[in-house]
T-cell receptor, first 111, second 113 residues
Framework: DADVTQTPRNRITKTGKRIMLECSQTKGHDRMYWYRQDPGLGLRLIYYSFDVKDINKGEISDGYSVSRQAQAKFSLSLESAIPNQTALYFC??????????FGDGTRLSIL | GENVEQHPSTLSVQEGDSAVIKCTYSDSASNYFPWYKQELGKRPQLIIDIRSNVGEKKDQRIAVTLNKTAKHFSLHITETQPEDSAVYFCAASTTDSWGKLQFGAGTQVVVTP
């Protein structure tokens, strides 16, 4: 399902660097989400947005920030990356109270 | 906040047998329970969901049951096939916090021929 596109797909970077992960969607959904996935921990919500100008913290927002530049775009930033932020990051979208659809993920490694 | 526990963490079944994965939740206000399947290296994909106004839902070989009193819900896969091998995640949310899905830790299902 190429309707939710994440870039980059893979990224290796160093501690202290600023990183931006991008998500764009062509589904016309109003709601967008950022999750991280770690082995044995499932998917944990970082931030979510129900519309442009609406930003909400999720379960694990510390060390992250987001920007909803348009209805179709939702970016996740790591201001100063640290090794324990190494994970698989997923963007998801939904409309109203309908199921969430995930992008293909970004594998981020911080050395 | 909501807490979702999922068991077992791994499940090995013989092809053709049934698989059952169980999840419990803590927030009695939760009323939406989706199940996602994630194949190796792929995105999570919704396979079935249930809302609290029904007790069971079926879609071909997959079914989900919900016990609101006990606060648990289960995924049942019948006649398992090798392509059912994947990680399965349960999740829960409330209407008030729609979109704030709380996921279980996942179950690795391996179907052996």
């Amino acid at each position: 399902d190429a309707d939710v596109t994440q870039t980059p797909r893979n990224r290796i970077t160093k501690t202290g660097k600023r990183i931006m992960l991008e998500c764009s969607q062509t589904k016309g959904h109003d709601r967008m989400y950022w999750y991280r996935q770690d082995p044995g921990l499932g998917l944990r919500l970082i931030y979510y947005s129900f519309d442009v100008k609406d930003i909400n913290k999720g379960e694990i927002s510390d060390g992250y920030s987001v920007s909803r530049q348009a209805q179709a775009k939702f970016s996740l930033s790591l201001e100063s990356a640290i090794p324990n932020q190494t994970a698989l990051y997923f963007c998801a979208t939904s409309i109203s109270n309908q199921p969430q659809h995930f992008g293909d993920g970004t594998r981020l490694s911080i050395l | 906040g909501e807490n979702v526990e999922q068991h077992p963490s791994t499940l090995s079944v013989q092809e053709g047998d049934s698989a059952v994965i169980k999840c419990t939740y803590s927030d009695s206000a939760s009323n939406y329970f989706p199940w996602y399947k994630q194949e190796l290296g792929k995105r999570p994909q919704l396979i079935i969901d249930i809302r609290s106004n029904v007790g069971e839902k079926k879609d071909q070989r997959i079914a989900v049951t919900l016990n609101k009193t006990a606060k648990h819900f289960s995924l049942h896969i019948t006649e398992t096939q090798p392509e059912d091998s994947a990680v399965y995640f349960c999740a829960a949310s409330t209407t008030d916090s729609w979109g704030k899905l709380q996921f279980g830790a996942g179950t690795q299902v391996v179907v052996t021929p």
